[in-house]
């Protein structure tokens, strides 16, 4: 029943924008903050967003910091992960996942805290 589903991904050349979906059913996603993690092949999955449901604010880890920006529909129990200026660094499977609560928590950015997930969607980012 529950479930969070992962869309927009594919692939760009370095330089350019993409937009990931995060759609939630079978609970309501306006109670949850909502994670972001990617993982490339041979690397720890990384916790790169989470954005509160209590007030929208958000978190960036810092490779993503002033390129990414997640913001939050909740009427429409979506998250958007807006990617700009990507780069081949970027490249990986993308999560999003949220914790039972409606705040990030404290470690915002570890899969730990986190336990909901989606399927992942591959973001390829290259020329």
């Known amino acids: 029943q529950v479930q969070l589903v992962e869309s927009g991904g594919g692939w760009v050349q370095p330089g350019g924008s993409l937009r990931l979906s995060c759609a939630a059913s079978?609970?309501?996603?306006?109670?949850?903050?909502v994670g972001w993690f990617r993982q490339s092949p041979g690397k720890e999955r990384e916790g790169i967003a989470c954005i509160s449901s209590v007030d929208g604010s958000a978190e960036y880890a810092d490779s993503v910091k002033g390129r990414f920006t997640t913001s939050r529909d909740d009427t429409n129990y979506t998250v958007y992960l807006r990617m700009t200026n990507l780069k081949p660094e970027d490249t990986a499977i993308y999560y999003c996942?949220?914790?039972?609560?409606?705040?990030?928590?404290?470690?915002?950015?570890?899969?730990?805290?986190?336990?909901?997930w989606g399927q992942g969607t591959q973001v390829t980012v290259s020329s």
């Open positions: 079978g609970f309501t996603l306006g109670y949850h903050a």
């Open positions: 996942a949220a914790p039972k609560y409606p705040a990030c928590p404290v470690r915002a950015l570890k899969t730990i805290d986190y336990d909901f």
